[in-house]
């Protein structure tokens, strides 16, 4: 009888503690419905189509919303995606140890010096508190995220993101290891609380696949202006893009045919002189949701520069200018007091139902009396 062929294994991830080089490329309207791989292949000179389905399939690859006036994220990245007008196709590949070309030697150099900026500007910053890790087994990883960290890599700051911390904490525990740990889902930059990460590809697979079919229930903790007079509602109101905002990446309610249905279900946990805590149910999952509904009914998130302190605000922190003692008078706190605080899913090995848990982050929980 025939020895039955194994399967080739699918390569994850690529080890974000190692050094690594980028490349951004914008979709034009001439490159829209091309498939991703088309598309690298025509762009990166020393990338054949089946070098760039390689990459795609490591996970080097990701596609941004960016310019998309959609702002659609993609849930499945694969070589075939047909690509929209506005994403921007973001490259990132270990940094060879020899050159190859005058070309590659160029870019690496511009890449050295990209480094070299991040390491200066992180040398500034105050490193992030140490990884706090609530849930782990051989198949996940759970951490209680600190804000001002982003989750993946990003042009400007190529290191210290939470991909990056998770990666170099699982080196240090189990050193070169086939599979490295990918996450799940994402937080915003100054977002706290908890993230999930999957530590090989078919777990990881399997996780993708109840986030996009939302059967992983979330819920979070939120510190808000005013004293809310309900004990608990629903906000339902459709969201889009922002029309008349400076902002370009600024969602707000949308009652045309460009607004998509939105629910967040909502319950006082605490009162407080002039806040409220309060817990958040998610029903669907549109960009700055929660952010947008709890402005939209008079209670913005303390903290939340875009949505409380305003376009103004939100571009002065952005531009460099910085914020004034008045700014951060207002906001009440440094950064958005939104905390992913419970999930619940199977687990992607054993299916048993979970539901894991993060505590409040303490900037948080100091001003809400926890």
């Excluded at 508190?129 to 890599?153: I, S, T």
Aim: contains cysteine.
């Amino acid at each position: 009888m025939p020895r039955r062929q194994e399967k080739k294994r699918r390569r994850g991830q690529r080890d974000l503690s190692l050094p690594y080089q980028e490349w951004r490329f914008e979709v034009g309207a001439p490159d829209h419905g091309t498939r991703l791989d088309a598309f690298l292949a025509e762009r990166m000179e020393w990338g054949s189509r089946t070098r760039v389905q390689r990459y795609v399939a490591e996970q080097a690859v990701e596609v941004l919303p960016h310019k998309d006036p959609q702002r659609a994220p993609v849930a499945v990245l694969k070589a075939g995606l047909k690509l929209r007008v506005g994403q921007e196709v973001v490259v990132r590949l270990a940094a060879p140890g020899a050159t190859r070309t005058d070309h590659l030697a160029n870019v690496r150099d511009q890449m050295r010096g990209q480094l070299r900026d991040a390491e200066e500007a992180a040398a500034e910053a105050p490193p992030p508190p140490p990884l706090e890790v609530v849930y782990e087994d051989d198949q996940l990883v759970a951490v209680n995220k600190p804000p001002g960290v982003a989750v993946h890599p990003s042009h400007g700051h190529l290191t210290g993101s939470l991909i990056h911390l998770i990666h170099e904490r699982h080196r240090e525990l189990y050193g070169s290891t086939e599979d490295v740990p990918t996450l799940c889902h994402r937080l915003d930059r100054e977002t706290t609380g908890l993230i999930v990460a999957a530590k090989d590809q078919l777990s990881r697979t399997r996780m993708g696949r109840q986030f996009e079919a939302r059967t992983v229930k979330k819920a979070y903790l939120a510190l808000v202006d005013g004293e809310m007079e309900e004990d608990e509602g629903l906000i339902d109101i459709p969201l889009g893009k922002a029309l008349g905002s400076e902002v370009r990446l600024k969602i707000g309610p949308r009652h045309d045919a460009d607004g998509q249905h939105s629910e967040t279900a909502w319950r006082v946990r605490r009162r407080l002189q002039g806040r409220t805590l309060v817990e958040l149910f998610p029903r669907t999952g549109r960009q700055h949701q929660l952010r947008v509904h709890l402005a939209e009914i008079g209670h913005p998130i303390v903290g939340d520069k875009l949505y409380f302190g305003g376009d103004a605000m939100f571009i002065r922190q952005v531009s460099g200018v910085g914020l004034t003692e008045d700014d951060y008078a207002q906001l009440g706190l440094e950064h958005q007091a939104l905390h992913s605080w419970k999930l619940a899913f199977e687990h992607p090995f054993t299916g048993a139902p979970m539901e894991l848990e993060a505590p409040l982050w303490p900037t948080i929980a100091e001003r809400a009396g926890e």
